[in-house]
């Protein structure tokens, strides 16, 4: 992307700008996948991404600040996701499976990064339509197939599922019982002051907060690093980039799985599993931090 001959100010705004779009629209999808359904929430989300990201080349080359608004409404698209994501699976997720289940989720996105670093940099440097733009287009593209497939095989519920099998549909139900007793009552006025108050809440805010520093640090920061401070090629540095989320998928299942079998054993409870899980990450990022050598 030379040709566009950015400076650097301009460069932190078009990385910025996704996430500030991505942090205005999460409560805003966790809503929506309540009212309408997550399948619905996460299928246009997807989508409009895909469409914005297929016109991404022609905002860059027209002006930075065009750029920073797809970049934006991007983010803004792809916030709701996760959200949604969490509204499906408290439909789906049996409580002693939740953890695996839901780290699938999160696990998925480091396989979309592991495949994408490697091909963003061969398809700069040997891609159709001047190199980079080729990125933009064929992500485009895999986003409205996926958008296809997303329609014509998954549903908000188990019981509105044409594929589930009877004895699945029925564990399910039964281990979700409670859950599904209670979302059919009146709905009960969400107690926006007592959240916003609550310590254990802003604890999870702090240690996500802590969390994801470190992890789109990585995202945004790494390549640029690799790229004017070790004068890395774009093929490599496709190839380098991806490495760090092998071992984040890794983790990631790995750790869902452990919290899984250390609930159902009984060995620790709900809360101490993600207590310990919690400390275990941050502590390790804080050696990341301190070992500069």
């Not at 992500?139 to 549903?155: A, E, K, Q, R």
Request: hydrophobic share 50%.
């Amino acid at each position: 992307m030379g040709e566009l001959l950015w400076r650097k100010n301009e460069q932190g705004y078009v990385l910025s700008a996704f996430f500030w779009g991505y942090m205005l629209s999460q409560i805003l999808g966790g809503y929506l996948a309540d009212r309408i359904g997550g399948r619905l929430v996460i299928g246009i989300t997807v989508l409009g991404s895909a469409i914005f990201t297929l016109i991404s080349p022609i905002a860059a080359t027209t002006s930075v600040f065009a750029f920073i608004v797809v970049r934006a409404l991007m983010g803004f698209m792809q916030g709701a996701i996760f959200p949604a994501f969490h509204t499906m699976w408290s439909m789906w997720a049996p409580p002693l499976e939740r953890s695996l289940l839901t780290g699938l989720t999160y696990a998925g996105a480091q396989v979309g990064n592991l495949a994408v670093m490697p091909l963003s940099g061969l398809l700069c440097k040997y891609g159709f339509a001047g190199g980079w733009p080729s990125i933009f287009y064929v992500l485009g593209m895999v986003g409205i197939l996926w958008c296809i497939l997303w329609f014509s095989y998954v549903s908000d519920r188990p019981g509105r599922s044409k594929r589930i099998s009877k004895p699945e549909l029925n564990y399910i139900e039964s281990s979700l019982a409670d859950v599904l007793v209670s979302n059919s009552k009146k709905k009960r006025a969400v107690p926006w002051l007592a959240m916003m108050t609550s310590v254990p809440v802003w604890a999870i805010f702090c240690g996500h907060f802590a969390g994801d520093w470190g992890a789109y640090i990585m995202m945004t920061v790494l390549p640029t690093f690799m790229k004017d401070v070790l004068g890395l090629d774009f093929t490599s540095l496709g190839f380098l980039s991806a490495i760090p989320y092998i071992a984040y998928f890794i983790c990631i299942n790995l750790g869902g799985f452990v919290a899984d079998k250390l609930q159902n054993a009984k060995i620790l409870s709900t809360l101490a599993t993600r207590r310990v899980a919690m400390i275990v990450g941050k502590f390790a990022l804080r050696v990341v931090g301190i070992n500069r050598d």
